[in-house]
């Protein structure tokens, strides 16, 4: 069942390459699948603790005790 402002881009053989979404009808989609893709790219990312952070911004005095 399509969906209204959704369209699949096909390849010659028929499978789906890409997807054009109108952003007008489903901008919200958009920014929700774009937040995922953003969050799963950095997940792979170095973590620093808390802790770590306040004393880096301590340090540098951006940050009060």
Excluded: C
């Excluded at 881009?9 to 958009?30: A, P, Q, Y």
């Excluded at 969050?39 to 770590?52: D, V």
């Amino acid at each position: 069942m399509p969906i209204k402002g959704i369209q699949f881009m096909v390849n010659e053989r028929g499978d789906k390459t890409s997807v054009l979404i109108d952003l007008k009808e489903h901008g919200d989609l958009w920014e929700d699948i774009y937040d995922m893709l953003i969050a799963e790219k950095r997940g792979k990312e170095p973590r620093e603790s808390l802790a770590a952070v306040r004393k880096r911004l301590q340090k540098q005095g951006k940050l009060n005790a």
